[in-house]
Each structure stands twice: as C-alpha cells, then as structure tokens.
C-alpha cells in the first residue's frame, strides 16, 4: 500500500509540531527516557514487555545497580539473572536468559560497543524488530517509525488508517519527521498511552490532534483493540467533535446555524441553546482550536488557523 493510499492530511507539518511541542511540554517521566545509554533502554524495553511501565521503574533500577552494564551483565551467572527477574514478577524467565545472552554477544562480537541499527540490533539474542527499532531509536536517533498497539489506535482514530498492518506501517513512516525518530516515538507512544487510550481522554489529555482527528470529530472511538464503541451518544465530548466537525466544512458559522449541526434538538432559547453552545465554544477556544468574533450583533465561529 502507498503512501498516497492511507490519506493523510495534507497539513503534515503543523500535525507533527503539534505532537512534538505537546510531548516536550509535559510527559510521564519515566527514568529509561533520560537516557540515550542503549544497554539501559534495552533492559527496559524488555522488562516493559506485557509490563506496566509504573511496575517496572523499581526493578529497572534495580537492575542497573546490581549490572551496571552489558560487560557486567555478561559476566553474571545467569542463574543470578533469572533468580532477579523472577523475585521481581517480571514474567517469562527466558527474557531474563536472552538478556544475558545479548549482554555476552555485544561483549564478545561488538567489542563491548552495541550496534546502532535496527537491523543489527535484531542480530541480538531475543531482540525482535520492535525492541530493535526502540533501542535504535531512543538511544541512537536512528530508528524507524515504531508501530505497536497504541500507534496503531491512534492512526486508525485520527486519520482513518485502515486496519492493515502495511497501512500503519506507510502511515507512520510518513508522519514521522526525517531525522526525529527518538523523541517522535516517544511522543505518539505517549499520545496513545495518556489521551487515546482504549477509553479515549482526548480533552483531559490535552490531544494535540483534535483539530484533525476524524474520531474527535465523529464522536467514534473504535479502534482495532476496541471492537464495540463507547457509549458516547449525547455527551460533552461527542458535542465537541461535532461542532470541529461542522467547522472543517464551513470558513465559519453564526451560532444559530451550527446549532442544528451539533444537536438537532437545538433551539436558541432552549437548553440546548445558545448558552450552552458558547459554553462549548468557550471550552474549544480555550483549547486552541476554535475562534470566535461577532460579526452584525451575531457571534460567528470558525477553526483557529
């Protein structure tokens, strides 16, 4: 499947400025992303496998204080390896056999120096093309545009990415800027993981990609890891995506005419009235996503540009 083929907005670089500036201004502070040491990120890539990231912070530690590197790893009996990932309910000792195992080959065939390309670093003993590209990624710069369940949510939501593993491939590598990988991987893994999670928060989040986002606007959060769709029918969010929806097709809109467009039941004077609606413009503004002006004694809206 081509690039052309997965339909992305054409705005490809305020989309991917949003995310970036969105992760820099405030993220999980996990220890592993202070870090470009690839030894250190692969111990907490594969102790974050079918982990959650908050169990893992103590036993990463841990770890990097009783092996402090691959040449101290490799030097460890790997009973003493296996016993550690065991009293830390780490799951599947054979991560623990296979770390070892890495630790030796980068000692023993790399000279103590870990490889730096994908394709290498899955030359390694228990290293797949996802740990492969992390760890090139996140300690090198150097990796490909990651793709895993969250990424896959997201692109599927945001821009209607069918659900084909060669259209989240093309997707992602096409949004990911040249040169970018590590703090670009971080930043859309952070995105799935804090505001398009399987129950969408994309307003608590603070989703950089509302503006653009077809599910935002839709008020359809399904996603391939989540078959039935939330119950959004009628709620604040789903009204929200409404009125972007209703905006994206028009320069702007007197209040009284995106009324109807956001609640059929809307009349002026109602409860689903005027007050509200400038309520929920009052919200989107406050976001950064919708703009308004008064224009002949009538309030008007329209996308920030």
């Not at 016993?83 to 790399?110: C, I, M, P, T």
């Not at 103590?112 to 996140?138: I, K, R």
């Not at 029918?233 to 995106?258: F, N, P, Y």
Request: aromatic letters at 10%; one cysteine or more; charged letters at 30%.
């Amino acid at each position: 499947m081509s690039e052309a083929a997965v339909n992305l907005p054409a705005d490809r670089d305020s989309i991917q400025r949003a995310l970036i500036e969105w992760y820099e201004a405030d993220h999980r502070e996990y220890p592993w992303r202070e870090t470009d040491d690839p030894y250190a990120i692969l111990v907490s890539e594969v102790m974050s496998q079918q982990t959650q990231l908050d169990r893992v912070v103590d036993a990463w530690a841990d770890f990097l204080d009783r092996w402090p590197t691959a040449a101290d790893l490799a030097a460890a009996d790997r009973a003493d390896v296996v016993a550690f990932w065991s009293g830390h309910s780490l799951g599947y000792n054979n991560r623990a056999k296979y770390l070892h195992e890495a630790a030796s080959q980068v000692v023993e065939d790399y000279n103590g120096e870990f490889p730096d390309t994908p394709d290498e670093l899955s030359e390694l003993m228990g290293v797949g093309p996802y740990t492969a590209n992390a760890v090139a990624s996140f300690a090198f710069n150097n990796g490909d545009a990651v793709v895993d369940t969250n990424v896959k949510r997201v692109l599927y939501r945001a821009f209607s990415i069918p659900d084909d593993d060669a259209a989240f491939e093309d997707a992602a590598s096409a949004l990911m800027p040249d040169g970018e990988s590590r703090v670009w991987n971080n930043a859309i893994m952070e995105l799935g993981g804090v505001a398009c999670e399987k129950t969408p928060r994309c307003d608590q989040g603070g989703c950089p990609w509302r503006e653009w986002c077809d599910a935002y606007a839709s008020g359809d959060f399904t996603a391939p890891d989540v078959p039935t769709q939330p119950s959004f029918e009628g709620s604040r969010r789903q009204m929200r995506g409404r009125v972007i929806g209703a905006l994206k097709e028009h320069d702007d809109l007197a209040i009284d005419d995106l009324g109807p467009k956001v609640r059929v039941d809307y009349v002026p004077e109602g409860e689903y009235g005027r007050e509200w609606l400038r309520g929920l413009l009052e919200d989107l503004t406050d976001d950064g996503l919708v703009e308004t002006r008064q224009r002949d004694g009538e309030t008007v809206a329209r996308l920030r540009r």
